[in-house]
């Protein structure tokens, strides 16, 4: 599933860019991706866009706010991703609204408790999804995995 995100961010500059569902999956097919990654992937990304969509009333948030986590968030999430949210909402990369979202999007994930590499595609899906703007500096940290490249 993460790799369809990769190559979702990657091809397509902008949610609005991507095609219709059918032939966004005949394009994935195409380009080698498994059927269970793909309805994986456009099932998490309906996901997002259902989340967005009910996050208006999240928009009323203080950016002061402070977010406690409930014992289940913390093991599925698991403290690097944590520790990797604080430093993205403290550098003011995204704000509370956002953090909501990415929350709910790394909840949806099998994974537990969820990698880092995994949770920076995550992040940059969310963020990717709302056409936000994002410093070079933060975008760099998101696009790499201790050094690694996470794009292809």
């Known amino acids: 599933m993460f790799d369809v995100l990769v190559y979702l961010f990657e ?13 966004l999956t005949k394009r994935l097919v195409a380009a080698g991706f498994e059927h269970e990654d793909i309805s994986d992937a456009i099932g998490w990304l309906y996901g997002l ?19 406690v986590y409930a014992n289940f968030e913390q093991l599925h999430l698991g403290p690097e991703a944590i520790g990797f949210l604080c430093f993205l909402e403290n550098s003011g990369a995204i704000t509370p609204a ?3 979202i990415v929350i709910d999007r790394a909840m949806a994930t099998p994974d537990a408790p969820v990698s880092l590499e995994h949770f920076k595609i995550i992040t940059l ?28």
């Open 49 to 67: 866009a259902e989340t967005t969509e009910q996050s208006g009333e999240l928009s009323d948030m203080s950016a002061t706010s402070t977010r």
């Open 11 to 23: 091809n397509y500059y902008t949610p609005d860019a991507c095609p219709s569902t059918d032939v």
């Open 125 to 152: 899906m969310v963020l990717w999804s709302q056409e936000a703007e994002v410093d070079h500096l933060v975008l760099e940290e998101l696009l790499t995995d201790d050094g690694a490249k996470l794009l292809h």
């Open 98 to 100: 956002l953090r909501e």
